[in-house]
């Protein structure tokens, strides 16, 4: 399965690098996004990458705040968040944009004073 990591307790305006890495297959051969589950609320697609030209989509409540990006040597999908907001609180997970594969337990990241 999918293995996110990074998440922890931040204050707001503060930064979180999370991670996502499997043994199973390799990343950079698809199209790969972060999504979030905030509590009583449907999962969200927060950002994407293209497998191809590394093309990337920000949801609009993240854009200009979130990155996402790749080390292929790792076999690892990043997502910097700097400026992080109360409303950000959520497990972090990522997958697969098409095909999605088996989810992992995600990261939970808390943003709060």
């Known amino acids: 399965q999918l293995e996110e990591s990074g998440g922890g307790l931040v204050q707001p305006g503060g930064s979180l690098r999370l991670s996502c890495t499997t043994s199973?297959?390799?990343?950079?051969?698809?199209?790969i996004g972060w999504f979030r589950q905030a509590p009583g609320k449907e999962r969200e697609v927060v950002s994407c990458?293209?497998?191809?030209?590394?093309?990337?989509y920000y949801a609009d409540s993240v854009k200009g705040r979130f990155t996402i990006s790749r080390d292929n040597a790792k076999n690892t999908v990043y997502l910097q968040m700097n400026s992080l907001k109360p409303e950000d609180t959520a497990v972090y997970y990522c997958?697969?944009?098409?095909?999605?594969?088996?989810w992992g337990q995600g990261t939970q990241v808390t943003v709060s004073s």
């Open positions: 990458m293209s497998k191809d030209d590394g093309s990337t």
């Open positions: 199973r297959f390799t990343l950079e051969d698809y199209a």
């Open positions: 997958n697969r944009v098409t095909i999605p594969y088996d």
